[in-house]
């Protein structure tokens, strides 16, 4: 596994963190992935808030937390078969273009599974972060919070560990 020489030591953390993400994600029996989201993900999250949950969002909505949270915003990618039942296999790029620095989105494209098959979101988990400063006698203290924003899970996939899935890596992320 390559990484470019030159990225600091916490991004190539990230990448390997995404690497491994990636690598123990896919459950072969149902071949669902849990990866990071991306923006070209919207539509299918979307999909999956009106076909599960009562409140819905607006497109601006998730382009704004992909934007705030990216390393809390998860999905639940289905894979298509190919031809004779072999699952089509999603490649993890880490070639990350030579820069002093990478920022998210090279974290993100680094992370983005190149497939010809189709693939669907079948579920999804939107956290957040909050800090506050709280005050402690004369002391005042930073006060980290995480929220979850939305879960689902298309009712086909659910009972298989799925939600459990998605939220045990979402606060692996938060940690």
Not at 74 to 82: D, G, I, K, N, R
Not at 121 to 146: A, E, N, P, T, W
Not at 162 to 172: F, K, P
């Amino acid at each position: 596994m390559g990484l470019v020489r030159g990225l600091s030591m916490g991004v190539q953390q990230n990448l390997l963190f995404l690497y491994l993400l990636r690598a123990s994600a896919v459950n072969n029996q149902n071949q669902v992935c849990i990866r990071l989201a991306r923006r070209d993900d919207i539509a299918g999250i979307q999909s999956c808030n009106l076909k599960t949950l009562p409140e819905n969002y607006a497109t601006p909505f998730y382009v704004q937390h992909l934007l705030n949270w990216p390393h809390l915003a998860l999905v639940a990618e289905q894979y298509t078969t190919v031809d004779g039942g072999e699952m089509a296999s999603p490649d993890v790029d880490l070639n990350l273009p030579e820069t002093p620095r990478a920022g998210p989105d090279d974290i993100q494209r680094a992370a983005t599974p190149k497939t010809s098959h189709g693939t669907e979101i079948v579920g999804y988990v939107l956290g957040r972060m909050d800090s506050d400063i709280q005050k402690v006698g004369k002391q005042s203290r930073m006060v980290r919070r995480g929220h979850i924003t939305s879960l689902a899970v298309l009712p086909s996939f659910r009972r298989q560990g799925l939600a459990q899935g998605l939220m045990d890596q979402v606060h692996e992320q938060v940690s």
